[in-house]
């Protein structure tokens, strides 16, 4: 039986954890702050939801091409065959947990999965028949310590305030591996699982993580290790299961590190990236990594029209005072007052002069402590990633 004052002391809140939280926090903001189109979203969504299902089902050894796994979820083709109708049936194990959210981890939601992954997978198979055994499988139902230990983890989990739901989520995901399921698909239930955790605690970044795709790439490691569960009698069990999370945690990061990547790259479309100067190619790596730091400047320091003058001076590359007042709507001396101000606080400076008097983003210079991380400690902590050539 599982104590749930096991699972209190056994996970350390360590230096790793906090980078990867700090990562996945920052990696959201930057997602709201470049405002991808909805059809953008929505596709990309689609596709993180096919990697799932493709991986999940490459890991249970039901081995079927990537594009199939996308005609199947958009409905271009039928299932035929036990490893495609085992795509469709994740498929609706997945759109089950997602419409479910509001619900808390219960064995109903896992004797649910279990008749959709499993029976109704043999049942509706095509390929059954009266000679063939698994038309006639009888519904599995859980040994009773492990149910009375999913009890216990469940009501752990579902009132637990002290673990990220990062953590929580590979604790749930190891703790399934460890425990006798029923006869199949059980890092299918770990999975499926987990990604209702990250979605139910709104820690799945709009539904783009792909766990399943660092799992199948650390495939070797993650079976041997973890589904046959290595039980060195040195090692307790608080032991494992901080190997566990530890092992989880980079394979997120991993993950995160790939979205941060996608993200980049549609980032670059909206800016024309591949057209810029190197200079404004400089410019527009510091916007995509802090541009959303604007959002989080005190208005105290700038004013909502401050923050826009900003913004596009950030996608333009440098702007003038003329073509402000016409953006703004407003007299010139109270766009200069702003140009001083944001001068002052070397946010911008200027470039050129007389009438071809413009401002650019400073990437060099801080003075107000306020405004430090949106400054150029960034620019200085990571000069030698961007390569940049500072003018």
Known sequence: ???????????????????YQHQYEELKKIFSFIDLPESIIENEQQNSSILRNYYANALDHNL???KTVKYILNKNIRPTGGNEKAVYQYFLAEQYLFNNTQQPLSLALIYQLHKILISDLYIQNPESNIFNVNSFVQPEKLHDET????????????????????IQSWMLHFKILTLPMFSESKNKFASLLQSFWLRKNDMDLNGLLSLEHELYIKKNEYLTYFLEYKNEENLSH???????????????????????????TYFRKQVDYDKLTS?????????FERGYKLKEIDDSILNKRQKLIMYIIQHRGFVSTKELV????????????????LLDLNLVKVIGQGSALKYSLNLDNHKKEAINDYQSKYIKDTEENLEIDFE
């Not at 608080?238 to 980049?264: D, M, P, V, Y």
């Open 1 to 19: 039986m599982i104590l749930i004052n096991k699972y209190e002391a056994a996970i350390n809140i360590d230096e790793a954890f906090l980078k």
């Open 64 to 66: 079927i091409d990537v």
């Open 147 to 166: 149910e009375l230990e999913l009890e216990n983890l469940f009501d752990f989990l579902n009132d637990d305030n002290e673990f990220h739901p990062i």
């Open 238 to 264: 608080e032991q494992h299961l901080n190997e566990q999370i530890s092992f989880g945690l980079k394979l997120h990061a991993n993950q995160l590190t790939r979205l941060h990547q996608l993200l980049q």
């Open 279 to 287: 200079r404004q190619k400089n410019i527009m790596n510091f916007v």
């Open 326 to 341: 016409s953006e703004f709507e407003c007299n010139r001396k109270t766009i200069q007052r702003d140009f001083m101000h």
